[in-house]
């Protein structure tokens, strides 16, 4: 039998049917490139992983999601089976839709407010949810990174190494990106909390203009409001503002508008040097992070 790991999109519907014979409707999701995710009758959601490294993310995602059951408050998925051999993940189908980018950064300052309270929300109650400690032995006992790294490491070997023999000027600004990054993180007065570190559009499901639920637990460790709310604060600049708020305002914590602006291009930042230095210009997150930094950095853009 073929392993879900490495099993091809024709396959999967295939694959379904064959071991739930009571489902009548699939709907393949392919915009990921972690999971084949497949949609039964709007009851179920299957999740085959790609590759190893996917493999593993649903593995830690497997173990985190029961401790979130009726503790969070938004939706978020819920464990209907898991299999390790063959290893693929059916959880609980959310009702809701996608928002662009384009679109919540059309918010209304009223549901702006609300959207930005109910982000803080979730982030106090996933801190209160799984405990530092909780997240760090579940990270460790099923490391995710390839090798496992945490983000001081990887952006250390990615970014503040960065090595262009071909363009001296980006490999420069990469490593002046990392040094800014380290001297602000080491001066930051922000708790260590338990964060999703995922937030961004792609894991949002929305009612309207409401958030409703959450998707992809598979990064959750720990870290700051900074890290955590980096790819939010790149929707729009008065959302970041509205975030930066009601974050303070709710949990007394200074964080400021450039410490998240340096987290936002630095995370940016490595992501791209470590795709361009695989020559995956093709890549998802390549492109993404190029175009943030070309705004990001306009007068070095033809670096990039």
């Known amino acids: 039998m073929d392993s879900p790991a490495y099993i091809t999109e024709d396959r999967a519907e295939s694959y379904i049917r064959q071991h739930y014979p009571e489902v009548r409707h699939i709907e393949l999701v392919l915009r990921g490139y972690h999971n084949i995710v497949a949609i039964t009758d709007k009851t179920m959601v299957f999740h085959f992983p790609r590759t190893p490294h996917s493999r593993r993310r649903q593995a830690f995602e497997a173990q985190l999601l029961p401790l979130l059951k009726g503790k969070l408050p938004l939706q978020v998925p819920e464990i209907i089976a898991y299999y390790q051999e063959p290893g693929y993940?059916?959880?609980?189908?959310?009702?809701?839709?996608?928002?662009?980018?384009?679109?919540?950064?059309?918010?209304?300052?009223?549901?702006?407010?609300?959207?930005?309270?109910?982000?803080?929300?979730?982030?106090?109650?996933?801190?209160?949810?799984?405990?530092?400690?909780?997240?760090?032995?579940?990270?460790?006992?099923?490391?995710?990174?390839?090798?496992?790294?945490?983000?001081?490491?990887?952006?250390?070997?990615?970014?503040?190494?960065?090595?262009?023999?071909?363009?001296?000027?980006?490999?420069?600004?990469?490593?002046?990106?990392?040094?800014?990054?380290?001297q602000q993180t080491a001066s930051s007065d922000l708790p260590t909390i338990t964060i999703h570190d995922d937030l961004h559009c792609g894991n949002l499901l929305f009612h309207g203009n409401r958030l409703y639920g959450i998707l992809d637990f598979g990064y959750t460790k720990t870290g700051t409001a900074a890290q955590e709310l980096r790819q939010l604060s790149q929707i729009d600049t008065h959302l970041a503002k509205v975030l930066v708020q009601t974050y303070c305002a709710r949990t007394g914590s200074l964080l400021s508008d450039i410490e998240l602006r340096n987290w936002a291009i630095t995370t940016d930042f490595v992501a791209y040097c470590n795709r361009r230095s695989r020559g995956e210009s093709d890549h998802p997150a390549f492109i993404r992070t190029r175009a943030n930094l070309k705004h990001y950095f306009p007068k070095f853009a033809g670096l990039f």
């Open 89 to 182: 993940l059916v959880t609980s189908y959310i009702s809701g839709q996608h928002a662009s980018q384009e679109t919540v950064s059309m918010f209304s300052a009223t549901d702006a407010a609300s959207f930005a309270e109910q982000v803080i929300d979730f982030m106090m109650a996933l801190n209160q949810a799984v405990p530092l400690k909780t997240v760090r032995q579940l990270w460790a006992a099923n490391p995710i990174g390839d090798p496992h790294e945490d983000w001081p490491t990887y952006l250390k070997r990615v970014l503040g190494q960065a090595r262009f023999p071909d363009n001296p000027q980006l490999e420069q600004l990469a490593h002046q990106q990392y040094s800014a990054w380290k």
